[in-house]
């Protein structure tokens, strides 16, 4: 990783490690000193900024559903410089979904948990408002959103407020077996809903989701990927938000060989809140890769992005991308992005690297930050030195980080059985 | 009634230029309710017997023993040995990331007792302590050591030993970088261990004004890896005053 710190109008962008206290990348220096690079902040009355737009920046990245403007990718391009290529095969080729419309389709789709006020149908092709907010980024979200016949649509009723989760089981039934899924979620006008997707079993799945979210309107969208160790799923997760609403995407990424999701917010008025919180633990063999842009493309709104991942065995690899783009007519913003990683065992690899672009500096605040420290010897001499006998010593300090993302998720059984899950991701690697 | 005997202990390390050896035959024995100051020049060893007494694994003991009431220490986990009554309070503690305070003290106070505490008096007990001890309450929901200064951090050790209860105590320059008034605190706070605990204390300074607080029964003088004369409080007022010149000399001379 390069620690020199790209520039875009005077302000630091581009691919940072940054160290906070006791968290460095060789995690030697647990000195208590605050790195005052940890965090960065830009803000206030400035003058507006010129941002050198190129090839590089956010605002530039093509999107749109023609297959013909994404070539293969060949893992120079930025987008996918990090991600294993030869492992996504499976879902990055123009093919439909396996057994589709049959009993033996390669994934299948359970909603449960909705009552009144709560439509539930299917889009084809063409069907409003399939499409009206997702806008496919990559070739993975293109091929995927060609091939899914149907698209599952949950719309929230105008002032309907659902109480329980509104879950939706989507399993895979075999390892390589080609998925194309597509959810659109429409959260109507002052509705208020959480809705909990839950990926499990196997398969090669690519996975698109929309979610308009309306005015007034308060949505938290909880992905949880809880695959088995040979699944495949890449994903592109939209969002519009609409005026003064709130909207929260949570992605906890625990299984498959390599998950790579992209979630992307924008804007479509004023005075929304809009929060993209991950966890991510993974494992010996395992890739998982978080995509995070949030689009500042109208005033005054704000935005908060947290994602924390725990690492462990020696090839175990994360990657985490957040790009903020905050547009010249995006006055009034406030922005925050944060990746922490830690890593428990030698030979894992964390990527860490958060973009700000910012077009105007009449904005509330921007920030980012980012770090990659090592549980070592030393903590755990500490703790064991203390009675704490190795095995907890481990569980306190992984679940002690990932537990400000798990308090972020609104559902008390999800919660419980992430306490299980880390347990078991602990175990795995025998420590 | 509790004694800990070291034995004839050599240690060495492991370095990128190969084996060192750092403590040369080290014999001590410490009973309940003594107090022992050890006093020695830097990198005479001193914090080497600290992390050997409490199992740090970099630590490798070529030859001796530490016994503990008759059990053979060194055949005990770090964890082990604090569940077996030992305590070292480090000379620099260290940060652990994601860990609260509060989590981390139930969860060694669960550890070293066996059993959870009861939440309600717990509580009131590890806010009482960190009152005396003038700790920030607040200090409780930060990560263990994580940006405490460095007399902050001296101070949490005590904490965890006030509240942890040891049979021995081994304070590894507990008394550098503190001021002169939480000097004070930390100090009360030892000899409150030591009288309702009837702890038994190696205390590693190099600074006789600690020992006006904590006073030893026993001062022994460290230099390269070894004890090289013990006696009473008195010899603890001779190196102030005259350093350890004599002291090396001889080490050098016996070369
Ligand atoms: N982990 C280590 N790696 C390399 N050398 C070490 C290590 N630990 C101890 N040593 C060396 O062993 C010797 C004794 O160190 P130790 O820390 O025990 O000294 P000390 O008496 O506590 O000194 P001080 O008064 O400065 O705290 C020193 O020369 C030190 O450099
Ligand atoms: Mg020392």
Same mark, same amino acid.
Request: proline content about 3%; aromatic content about 6%; cysteine-free.
């Given at each position: 990783?390069?620690?020199?710190?790209?520039?875009?109008?005077?302000?630091?962008?581009?691919?940072?490690?940054?160290?906070?206290?006791?968290?460095?990348?060789?995690?030697?220096?647990?000195?208590?000193?605050?790195?005052?690079?940890?965090?960065?902040?830009?803000?206030?009355?400035?003058?507006?900024?010129?941002?050198?737009?190129?090839?590089?920046?956010?605002?530039?990245?093509?999107?749109?559903?023609?297959?013909?403007?994404?070539?293969?990718?060949?893992?120079?391009?930025?987008?996918?410089?990090?991600?294993?290529?030869?492992?996504?095969?499976?879902?990055?080729?123009?093919?439909?979904?396996?057994?589709?419309?049959?009993?033996?389709?390669?994934?299948?789709?359970?909603?449960?948990?909705?009552?009144?006020?709560?439509?539930?149908?299917?889009?084809?092709?063409?069907?409003?408002?399939?499409?009206?907010?997702?806008?496919?980024?990559?070739?993975?979200?293109?091929?995927?959103?060609?091939?899914?016949?149907?698209?599952?649509?949950?719309?929230?009723?105008?002032?309907?407020?659902?109480?329980?989760?509104?879950?939706?089981?989507?399993?895979?039934?075999?390892?390589?077996?080609?998925?194309?899924?597509?959810?659109?979620?429409?959260?109507?006008?002052?509705?208020?809903?959480?809705?909990?997707?839950?990926?499990?079993?196997?398969?090669?799945?690519?996975?698109?989701?929309?979610?308009?979210?309306?005015?007034?309107?308060?949505?938290?969208?909880?992905?949880?990927?809880?695959?088995?160790?040979?699944?495949?799923?890449?994903?592109?997760?939209?969002?519009?938000?609409?005026?003064?609403?709130?909207?929260?995407?949570?992605?906890?990424?625990?299984?498959?060989?390599?998950?790579?999701?992209?979630?992307?917010?924008?804007?479509?008025?004023?005075?929304?809140?809009?929060?993209?919180?991950?966890?991510?633990?993974?494992?010996?063999?395992?890739?998982?890769?978080?995509?995070?842009?949030?689009?500042?493309?109208?005033?005054?709104?704000?935005?908060?992005?947290?994602?924390?991942?725990?690492?462990?065995?020696?090839?175990?690899?994360?990657?985490?991308?957040?790009?903020?783009?905050?547009?010249?007519?995006?006055?009034?913003?406030?922005?925050?992005?944060?990746?922490?990683?830690?890593?428990?065992?030698?030979?894992?690899?964390?990527?860490?690297?958060?973009?700000?672009?910012?077009?105007?500096?009449?904005?509330?605040?921007?920030?980012?930050?980012?770090?990659?420290?090592?549980?070592?010897?030393?903590?755990?001499?500490?703790?064991?030195?203390?009675?704490?006998?190795?095995?907890?010593?481990?569980?306190?300090?992984?679940?002690?980080?990932?537990?400000?993302?798990?308090?972020?998720?609104?559902?008390?059984?999800?919660?419980?059985?992430?306490?299980?899950?880390?347990?078991?991701?602990?175990?795995?690697?025998?420590? | 009634?509790?004694?800990?005997?070291?034995?004839?202990?050599?240690?060495? +390390?492991?370095?990128?230029?190969?084996?060192?050896?750092?403590?040369?035959?080290?014999?001590?024995?410490?009973?309940?309710?003594?107090?022992?100051? +050890?006093?020695?020049? &830097?990198?005479?060893?001193?914090?080497?017997?600290?992390?050997?007494?409490?199992?740090?694994?970099?630590?490798?003991?070529?030859?001796?023993?530490?016994?503990?009431?008759?059990?053979?220490?060194?055949?005990?986990?770090?964890?082990?040995?604090?569940?077996?009554?030992?305590?070292?309070?480090?000379?620099?503690?260290?940060?652990?990331?994601?860990?609260?305070?509060?989590?981390?003290?139930?969860?060694?106070?669960?550890?070293?007792?066996?059993?959870?505490?009861?939440?309600?008096?717990?509580?009131?007990?590890?806010?009482?302590?960190?009152?005396?001890?003038?700790?920030?309450?607040?200090?409780?929901?930060? &990560?263990?050591?994580?940006?405490?200064?460095?007399?902050?951090?001296?101070?949490?050790?005590?904490?965890?030993?006030?509240?942890?209860?040891?049979?021995?105590?081994?304070?590894?320059?507990?008394?550098?970088?503190?001021?002169?008034?939480?000097?004070?605190?930390?100090?009360?706070?030892?000899?409150?261990?030591?009288?309702?605990?009837?702890?038994?204390?190696?205390? +590693?300074?190099?600074?006789?004004? +600690?020992?006006?607080?904590?006073?030893?029964?026993?001062?022994?003088?460290?230099?390269?890896?070894?004890?090289?004369?013990?006696?009473?409080?008195?010899?603890?007022?001779?190196?102030?005053?005259?350093?350890?010149?004599?002291?090396?000399?001889?080490?050098?001379?016996?070369?």
């Amino acid at each position: 990783m390069t620690e020199t710190p790209e520039k875009v109008a005077g302000v630091e962008v581009g691919q940072r490690r940054i160290s906070i206290p006791g968290f460095t990348e060789e995690g030697e220096n647990l000195a208590a000193e605050t790195n005052s690079a940890a965090d960065h902040s830009h803000g206030g009355l400035g003058k507006p900024k010129e941002v050198t737009a190129g090839a590089g920046s956010r605002a530039n990245r093509h999107t749109g559903f023609d297959l013909a403007h994404f070539p293969e990718p060949t893992g120079r391009e930025e987008e996918w410089r990090f991600t294993p290529l030869k492992k996504l095969a499976g879902v990055l080729s123009d093919t439909p979904t396996q057994g589709a419309g049959t009993d033996q389709e390669a994934v299948n789709y359970q909603v449960s948990g909705t009552v009144e006020g709560v439509e539930v149908s299917s889009l084809g092709h063409g069907d409003a408002p399939r499409g009206d907010v997702l806008q496919p980024a990559d070739r993975a979200a293109v091929v995927g959103y060609r091939n899914a016949e149907r698209a599952l649509h949950l719309k929230v009723t105008q002032n309907t407020e659902v109480a329980e989760p509104i879950r939706v089981d989507i399993t895979g039934r075999a390892a390589g077996a080609r998925a194309n899924g597509h959810i659109v979620i429409e959260a109507e006008p002052h509705s208020r809903a959480v809705v909990v997707l839950e990926h499990r079993g196997s398969a090669d799945f690519n996975g698109n989701v929309e979610v308009k979210v309306g005015d007034g309107a308060t949505v938290s969208l909880i992905s949880l990927q809880r695959w088995e160790d040979d699944a495949v799923h890449v994903g592109q997760h939209d969002a519009e938000v609409g005026k003064d609403a709130t909207y929260k995407h949570v992605a906890v990424t625990l299984g498959g060989s390599t998950v790579r999701l992209n979630t992307n917010f924008r804007y479509a008025a004023e005075g929304a809140t809009a929060q993209m919180y991950g966890l991510y633990f993974a494992d010996a063999g395992q890739h998982i890769e978080h995509r995070t842009f949030v689009d500042h493309n109208s005033p005054r709104n704000s935005s908060d992005v947290l994602y924390k991942g725990a690492l462990q065995g020696a090839t175990a690899r994360s990657v985490w991308v957040g790009d903020v783009l905050i547009r010249k007519e995006a006055e009034g913003t406030d922005s925050y992005e944060k990746n922490q990683n830690l890593v428990l065992t030698d030979g894992a690899r964390a990527d860490s690297v958060p973009n700000l672009e910012i077009e105007t500096g009449l904005i509330e605040g921007a920030g980012h930050a980012s770090s990659t420290g090592r549980f070592d010897d030393n903590h755990l001499f500490y703790l064991m030195s203390r009675g704490i006998p190795e095995d907890i010593a481990r569980q306190l300090v992984v679940r002690g980080f990932l537990n400000e993302i798990v308090q972020k998720i609104e559902v008390p059984s999800i919660r419980e059985s992430l306490a299980d899950d880390l347990e078991r991701e602990l175990r795995i690697s025998g420590h | 009634m509790s004694t800990l005997e070291i034995k004839d202990l050599h240690v060495s +390390i492991e370095t990128d230029q190969g084996t060192k050896d750092i403590l040369k035959g080290v014999s001590l024995t410490i009973n309940s309710g003594e107090i022992h100051a +050890i006093m020695g020049p &830097n990198g005479s060893g001193k914090s080497t017997l600290a992390s050997t007494i409490a199992g740090h694994p970099r630590y490798e003991v070529t030859k001796g023993e530490i016994l503990l009431d008759g059990e053979d220490v060194l055949e005990m986990g770090p964890d082990e040995r604090a569940q077996a009554g030992l305590f070292l309070a480090m000379q620099y503690p260290v940060e652990v990331p994601g860990v609260t305070m509060t989590n981390f003290l139930r969860t060694a106070k669960t550890a070293i007792d066996g059993e959870a505490p009861k939440l309600r008096t717990w509580t009131k007990e590890v806010k009482q302590a960190m009152e005396t001890l003038r700790i920030d309450a607040d200090f409780a929901n930060r &990560n263990v050591n994580e940006g405490f200064s460095g007399g902050e951090k001296k101070r949490v050790e005590i904490l965890q030993l006030e509240l942890f209860k040891p049979k021995f105590a081994v304070l590894d320059e507990t008394d550098s970088g503190l001021d002169i008034d939480a000097l004070r605190v930390v100090s009360e706070g030892v000899n409150r261990a030591h009288q309702e605990n009837n702890m038994g204390t190696l205390l +590693i300074t190099h600074y006789t004004r +600690i020992l006006n607080y904590i006073k030893p029964s026993f001062v022994h003088v460290f230099v390269d890896g070894k004890v090289a004369e013990q006696g009473g409080p008195e010899l603890a007022d001779e190196l102030e005053a005259n350093g350890y010149d004599r002291f090396l000399a001889s080490a050098a001379a016996s070369v």
